[in-house]
Nanobody, 131 residues
C-alpha cells in the first residue's frame, strides 16, 4: 500500500525556516516523480516543487524559487522541503505527492509544470507563518 506521511510543519515567524519531511512506504521514491503542493483556504492546490522520475533537479514555482529547496534522502526513502525566509503568504497546508502510475505527461499545475500526473497524496500538514 502506498503511503505518504508529512511531518515538520508548525508555526514560525516571518523570516524563519522549517523543513518538511515526507516519508514513503510501499514504494521507493527514487523510482517515481515526486512533488510538493500547497493549498490556501478556499483555493485550489498549487504546485510548489517537483522532480521528474530519473531526474535530480527539482523545479520550483516562482513564488518560492530561491527560498525553498526540495531534496531526497535515498537511504531513508524520504523527501524534504527546506523552506527558508518564510513569509506570511506561505501559510498553507502542504502536501507531498507522487506519480505512482508513472505517467510522465507534461502537466500544467497551478504555478508549476511537471512531467508527472500526481495520483497519490499525503494527508497534508499545516504551515503557519506569523508576521
Amino acid at each position: 500500500e502506498v503511503q505518504l506521511v508529512e511531518s515538520g510543519g508548525g508555526l514560525v515567524q516571518a523570516g524563519g525556516s522549517l523543513r518538511l519531511s515526507c516519508a514513503a512506504s510501499g514504494f521507493i521514491f527514487d523510482d517515481y516523480a515526486v512533488g510538493w503542493f500547497r493549498q490556501f483556504p478556499g483555493r485550489e492546490r498549487e504546485g510548489v516543487s517537483c522532480v521528474s522520475r530519473g531526474d535530480d533537479t527539482p523545479s520550483y514555482s516562482d513564488s518560492v524559487k530561491g527560498r525553498f529547496t526540495m531534496s531526497r534522502d535515498h537511504a531513508k526513502n524520504t523527501v524534504y522541503l527546506q523552506m527558508n525566509n518564510l513569509k506570511p503568504e506561505d501559510t498553507a497546508v502542504y502536501y507531498c505527492t507522487v506519480d505512482i502510475a508513472g505517467d510522465t505527461t507534461w502537466t500544467a499545475y497551478i504555478g508549476l509544470g511537471c512531467h508527472a500526473d500526481f495520483d497519490s497524496w499525503g494527508q497534508g500538514i499545516q504551515v503557519t507563518v506569523s508576521s
